[in-house]
Structure formats: C-alpha cells, structure tokens
C-alpha cells in the first residue's frame, strides 16, 4: 500500500467516515439492498404466484440470503395490469422485484392503453415453468375421463361455468383453447387468484377450472376435487395416473413461467446481485423439493440476456395465440 493510500484509510478512520473509504480510488464496494425490497406479485393471495413469492421469501429469510427483508405486495388488478404499471413506474429503482405469470405476456397485448412494454423490464431469473391441469368437483361422479366433461360441458352450454384468473390471462387462454378444440363454449368466471379460483370449485360455485398444481393440491390430497387431463408434453412425476391432452389426441400443450424480473434501467449492480441471489434460491434442495412435489418444471436456470431472449419469444407467441382464438374469447367481451 503506498504512502497516499494510507493517508487515506488513517483520516477516514480518524474522523470516523466510512463513506470515505469507499469513494476512495480501488475501493471496490459489491451492491446490496440498502431498505426493504418490494416483492410485487401480479396475482391475489393464496395463488401459484402468492404461494410461491412467499416461499422465496421465507427460504430468504431462512438463509441469510439479504441483508434487507423481501415484502411480499399482492397486486392483482386488471389481470396483472397494476402490478405491470407499478413497475413501470418504478424505473430505475434497484428495491423492487416482481414475480411473474403469462400476464407478463398478455396483459400489454391486450390492454394496449396500459403504456408497458415488458421489454424495457430487467429479466432477473426464470425460477420455473409451471403446468396446468383441468379440474372438477369429485362430486361429479358422471365425469371420469375428459370425454365424460366434454359431454357434461356440451351437455349445460353456456350453463357451464369455467373458473379462472382474472380475463385475459393463461387461464382464460387455456379454456379459449379447449372451447376451440372442442367445439363448445362455455362461461368464464374471472377472480383475482388461483386460491379462489380452487375455493369456489370446492365450494360448487363454478364447475371446473385449469388451475395450476399448487394452488389445488390441497383439495386434491383433502378428497374435494380431482384432475382430468394435464396440458403438459409428458405425464408429471407427481400425477402418474392422469394423462395428457397429447395422449388422447388433442395437442394443446400449455405452461406458464415463473420469473423474477425488475424495473426498467436497474442498475447493473443491482440486477447481478438479484440474479445471484435467486440462482442460489432454484439450486436451493428445498425450491428442487418444491418443484417436484407441485408439479413444477424447474430443470435449466435461465437469467438475464437469456431471459430477456425466452420473453421475447414468449410474447410472440402468445400474440399468435391470442390471434389464434380471438381477443374476445379470453376477456368474455
């Protein structure tokens, strides 16, 4: 250390300025949250986005991971519009996080007017790619197969009522794929989360939903509600018994990411520490654990640039899609 250099450190630590130190020439200083970091989840409580936002959260805290809490803040309005608005809005903020559903994707297609273009977001990580799968009451002894339903749905007409979240969004897209494959139409019930969407299947108020894993689990394992189909290429390890679309010869496959993403123009710093931190978090065994038991798909860790790339094709797609079926079909208009 030459003699300049050493004045330096002795007067900062003379007059107790720290701040000195780390303005001084090769001090090199690693980015950290500096206050709480807001966790936006673009979802209601109790969903797949809640549940898993909160397990980041409690596996965060468990490990020490940051030295500021991560707040979990549901903001659900216009299917993901509020959560995608406030990020927006946040730009250049490196203390707020989102995670996400395919709202990601659909919701700036369709609700043009909102002034978001995901594309100016900073892609974090890709913590999983989640499935769906249709559900019914187990009350419905007449329905054991996806035949049985599809003569029970054509059977009440628009009597039959399809649970989702929200309009517009993967799961009004998936019930606009199956009313297409299958000819038939259906009414759709918007609410603001998957836990709802399950609660209200258990409690008979809809007739079925495409919920994802996690967020019906519960009730599956209780005796109240049981899957058809699954929308996935493969039968999941954690549903053996059920088979997919593909298997009986329809070819809707449909999945859904789970990604963490911040505002526009976070600062590089930043954007690392947050990608480091939920890299750490999916090799996690207890994220892998998770992803098996829910009937996630968390096999490839997929991060900035790489991110950004899986979005943009992600938001092409769903362009098609949303084309494929027609706007109206997914927002009941």
Known sequence: MNIARRGILALAGALGIGAMIASAPGVAQDWEP?????????????????????LLQGLIEKKDLSPRPFIPIN?????????????????GDDHVVLVTLNSFYTTPIIQQ???????NFTPIGRM????????????REDITDLDSYVDAVKAAGMEWKVGGTGSGQEDSILTAMMEKEFGYEVTYIPFPGGGTV???????????????????????????????????????QSYPDVPTAQELGHDIVYFMQRSINGPPDMSPEARDWYINLFKTLFESEEWQTFCVEDGLTC???????????????????HQELIESVGAAAITGE
């Not at 519960?218 to 509600?225: D, I, L, P, V, Y």
């Open 198 to 236: 399950a609660k209200n299947l258990v409690g008979n108020h809809i007739d079925s939903t495409v919920n994802n894993p996690a967020e019906q689990n519960e009730f599956m394992r209780a005796g109240n509600t049981k899957p058809l189909v699954q929308f996935t290429p493969e039968r999941m």
């Open 113 to 119: 007017d909102l002034g978001v273009d995901i594309s």
């Open 75 to 91: 903001k659900p309005g216009g299917s993901g519009a509020e959560a995608l608005r406030y990020l927006q809005d946040k730009a």
């Open 128 to 139: 999983a790619l989640d499935t769906f799968l249709l559900w019914v009451n187990t009350d």
């Open 34 to 54: 500096k206050k709480p970091v807001e966790f936006i989840i673009m979802a209601g409580t109790g969903g797949g986005a809640d549940q898993i936002a909160r």
């Open 299 to 317: 096999d490839e860790w997929v991060a900035g640039d790489d991110l950004a790339a899986f979005h943009a094709e992600q938001g092409k797609r």
